[in-house]
Structure formats: C-alpha cells, structure tokens
C-alpha cells in the first residue's frame, strides 16, 4: 500500500500492478474527502538536463526494470 498524506487526512492506495518509473497522482478535496484529479505515468520533461548524471542514472533504472 501506499500512503499518501493530502493534509492530516490519510489515504491508502493500492500500488500499480507493475513497476513504473515514474507515477505522480494529484488529489483534490471535494465534499471533505480526497479525489484524484490527475494520474500522470508519463512525464514529457524528465529534467534531465538539470544533473550531469540524470541521463546515465535513469538509463541504468531502466535497464534494472527492463534489462
């Protein structure tokens, strides 16, 4: 399970059923309880640019994931 802290408010939800490298869910609270707004399991601009090693670490992830 995965615990996502949205306030105080805790709420559980069930891990994806393969593993991903890279998953981000945006909640809003409608009627006082949390609702998913956005799930994004793409992210168009990784920020790779923005280490000198991104490129080399997220090459090595996918090969540990998919090699």
Do not use: C, Q
Not at 10 to 21: E, H, I
Request: charged share 30%; no cysteine; hydrophobic share 40%.
């Amino acid at each position: 399970m995965v615990t996502i802290l949205p306030g105080r408010r805790r709420t559980r939800a069930r891990r994806l059923p393969a593993d991903v490298t890279y998953a981000r869910v945006d909640l809003v609270e409608v009627d006082g309880e949390p609702s998913v707004m956005e799930l994004e399991l793409v992210e168009p601009e990784l920020f790779l640019g923005h280490s000198p090693d991104a490129v080399d670490r997220f090459a090595d992830h996918l090969l540990e994931l998919h090699g």
